[in-house]
């Protein structure tokens, strides 16, 4: 069973930024594909961002595209999501999630791990 806590979320003015962290429990972190969603009040979750097992691929939705970086520590079984030049937009819980299947897939069902998220708010 693999634990999730993400953490660094917070009230951001736009055109801010912040950074998302995700520790994973896992000793086996590095065989797992890392993903970022998203869900704002009365939407459903949505893709943000993923990165592969080793770090070497990253996929992004197109809403953040240039402005968040995903990146990977395995050796400190950690994941972070870099958002720059956040919008009002942006604004919902973050949630980061694991799947076993190592490539950075953007499909809900390919994560079967999900931690329990953090809030972003950025005020206009």
């Known amino acids: 069973q693999v634990h999730l806590i993400e953490s660094g979320g917070g009230l951001v003015q736009a055109g801010g930024s912040l950074r998302l962290s995700c520790a994973a429990s896992?000793?086996?972190?590095?065989?797992?594909?890392m993903g970022w969603f998203r869900q704002a009040p009365g939407k459903e979750r949505e893709f943000v961002g993923a990165?592969?097992?080793?770090?070497?691929?990253?996929n992004y939705a197109d809403s953040v595209k240039g402005r968040f970086t995903i990146s990977r520590d395995n050796a400190k079984n950690t994941v972070y999501l870099q958002m720059n030049s956040l919008k009002p937009e942006d604004t919902a819980i973050y949630y980061c999630?694991?799947?076993?299947?190592?490539?950075?897939?953007?499909?809900?069902?390919?994560?079967?791990?999900w931690g329990q998220g953090t809030q972003v708010t950025v005020s206009s």
């Open positions: 999630a694991a799947s076993p299947y190592g490539s950075s897939s953007s499909a809900f069902s390919s994560y079967n791990h």
């Open positions: 990165i592969s097992w080793s770090g070497g691929k990253m």
């Open positions: 896992e000793r086996t972190f590095n065989s797992y594909a």
